[in-house]
Nanobody, 120 residues
C-alpha cells in the first residue's frame, strides 16, 4: 500500500510559478511508476508527467513541455512538480499517482489532489 499526499497548490497569476509536492509513504518506490495528472472542470483527466522512480525517461505532455519539470528527493520519498510560466489553461486539480511498474493500465494509488488556479 502506498499513501500519497499532495501539497503546494494555490492561486497564481498567469506567468507565475508554483511547486507541487507529493509525499509518498508505505512502500519503497524504486519499483514504481509515478505520475502527475490534472483534471479541469468539464474535462477528462490528463497525464501531465510520468516517470519511473528508479530512473529512465520522463514523459511530459506537450502542453507542459518546457514549462513543467519533475524532480524527486529519494531520502524524503517526495516528488516535486515545478510549474513555470503558468497559463490560465493550467487551472485544474492536480493529482499525484503511483503504481508498480508491471501493473498494466490505470494507476493504483492516488493522492487527494491539490487545486491550482491561474488567473489571467
Amino acid at each position: 500500500q502506498v499513501q500519497l499526499v499532495e501539497s503546494g497548490g494555490g492561486l497564481v497569476q498567469a506567468g507565475g510559478s508554483l511547486r507541487l509536492s507529493c509525499a509518498a509513504s508505505g512502500r519503497v518506490l524504486s519499483s514504481y511508476a509515478m505520475g502527475w495528472f490534472r483534471q479541469a472542470p468539464g474535462k477528462e483527466r490528463e497525464c501531465v508527467v510520468s516517470f519511473i522512480w528508479s530512473g529512465g525517461s520522463t514523459y511530459y505532455a506537450d502542453s507542459v513541455k518546457g514549462r513543467f519539470t519533475i524532480s524527486r528527493d529519494n531520502a524524503k520519498n517526495t516528488v516535486y512538480l515545478q510549474m513555470n510560466s503558468l497559463k490560465p489553461e493550467d487551472t485544474a486539480v492536480y493529482y499525484c499517482a503511483a503504481k508498480v511498474i508491471t501493473t498494466p493500465g490505470e494507476y493504483s494509488y492516488w493522492g487527494q489532489g491539490t487545486q491550482v488556479t491561474v488567473s489571467s
